[in-house]
């Protein structure tokens, strides 16, 4: 760990930030939404807007507040009815932020995301795009999962990963994620021990953290995917803050982010593309090739193209365009977009097999542009 590395005292100037607030920040513990939390954090959102700095609000919420209005008590473990829940709960909580918002001048922008879409090229560079206008116009994008219609994704999960994702997409300075406990402790706070970790110079540096205990009953992802969150963000050149969503205002509200509030995690990496990135760790794989060693090397030491003559496997059953991994000998090796359905690789790996002359595919299987290299695991 660099021993000179020190904690910002101050947000960085005219940043864009990417500002994630947690379902247990947004709820009461009745269920029901606190109202004036949005109040603060959209007062806060209009200072931040005043001081030039563009923000994104990835806001949960929207299961907690769909379940009392449907007259369920807990939240369900049937994924239908969590659609449900969310389907309701999301135009409530969107109307809440649309109304706080615009009594401070500020003009809130739905925008409800499935990874699959943001992988796709031409949905990717749409997103992006619709993020941008937004931001030059001086909107504030209020991003959610798409819950209502993906069940496969982040599979109603946690809006963490999407607020790291999000913060790629944008190109963020600084992605703050809030929640209901003063940001990283050594192990969940109130158990024997625990002390609040201030700064965190290198995520690898964690290893002795216990991020296992579990969150509120209505937060889903607990502390694990907020480390998470900030490894994946920090590794592409975004800041991060996991903090309380009771000290917004000492956070937010002033000059100076108080030393003694929150954990703040260091980039560890370079802004990188992003769409590589909803590639690897967002979309759900529809299937997946066999490749030789040959073809393993070239997608992963000389950073070719995936090519026909390589594939020696298919398994699954997608169409061209499909988010696909790529497996060798050794392992996962990479994610990218096929372009060939499952059905046009088996016929050429039969007509392979059966020696009869294949027609001549010059067509990449994966081109590079639309591979995204996995991490090794052990
Ligand atoms: N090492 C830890 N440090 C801090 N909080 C932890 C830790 N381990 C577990 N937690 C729990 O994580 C919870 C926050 O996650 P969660 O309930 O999912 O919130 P949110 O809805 O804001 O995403 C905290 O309430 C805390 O009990
Ligand atoms: N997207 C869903 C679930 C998100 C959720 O609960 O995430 P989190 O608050 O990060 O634990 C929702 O809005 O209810």
């Not at 904690?7 to 920040?25: F, T, Y």
């Not at 109040?39 to 563009?54: N, P, Q, T, Y």
């Not at 995690?265 to 990135?277: E, I």
Request: hydrophobic share 45%; proline share 5%; aromatic share 4%.
């Amino acid at each position: 760990m660099p021993g000179s590395a020190r904690r910002p005292d101050a947000l960085p100037e005219r940043a864009r930030i990417v500002l994630k607030i947690g379902s247990s920040s947004l709820t009461r513990p009745d269920g029901g939404l606190d109202l004036n939390r949005i109040d603060v954090i959209s007062a806060l959102v209009a200072g931040l807007r005043g001081r030039g700095h563009d923000v994104v609000l990835v806001a949960s919420g929207a299961v907690a507040a769909g379940l009392p209005t449907l007259g369920m008590v807990q939240r369900p473990a049937e994924l239908r009815l969590l659609q449900a829940a969310a389907s309701v709960g999301q135009s409530r909580i969107m109307g809440r932020w649309e109304a706080s918002m615009s009594v401070r001048g500020l003009v809130a922008a739905q925008v409800l995301l499935t990874a699959h879409d943001v992988a796709v090229r031409d949905h990717y560079r749409t997103v992006r795009e619709t993020f941008d206008a937004l931001l030059s116009m001086g909107a504030v994008p209020v991003v959610n999962e798409n819950d209502a219609v993906a069940n496969t994704e982040f599979n109603l999960g946690d809006n963490d990963y999407l607020a790291a994702l999000v913060s790629h997409l944008v190109t963020a300075d600084l992605l703050i994620l809030f929640t209901d406990v003063d940001g990283l402790w050594t192990a969940r706070p109130g158990s024997a021990g625990a002390e609040p970790i201030r700064l965190v110079t290198d995520p690898a540096h964690l290893a002795s953290v216990d991020v296992t205990g579990r969150g509120s009953s209505l937060g889903t992802g607990g502390m694990r995917t907020k480390v998470q969150a900030a490894t994946l963000a920090c590794s592409s050149g975004t800041a991060t803050i996991i903090a309380s969503a009771a000290d917004a205002v000492e956070i937010l509200g002033g000059a100076q982010v108080p030393q003694d509030k929150g954990t703040w995690f260091l980039p560890t990496g370079p802004h990188r593309p992003s769409r590589r990135l909803w590639m690897a760790h967002a979309s759900l794989p529809q299937g997946r090739v066999l490749v030789d060693d040959g073809a393993a090397q070239a997608v992963t030491v000389g950073k070719k193209s995936l090519l026909l003559p390589g594939v020696i496997g298919v398994d699954g059953d997608f169409e061209s365009g499909s988010v696909i991994e790529i497996v060798g000998a050794t392992g996962l090796l990479a994610r990218g977009i096929c372009r060939y359905s499952a059905a046009d690789l088996r016929e050429v790996l039969e007509a392979r097999r059966d020696g009869t002359p294949a027609p001549d595919h010059v067509t990449p299987v994966i081109h590079r542009d639309d591979l995204a290299e996995l991490p090794r695991t052990a």
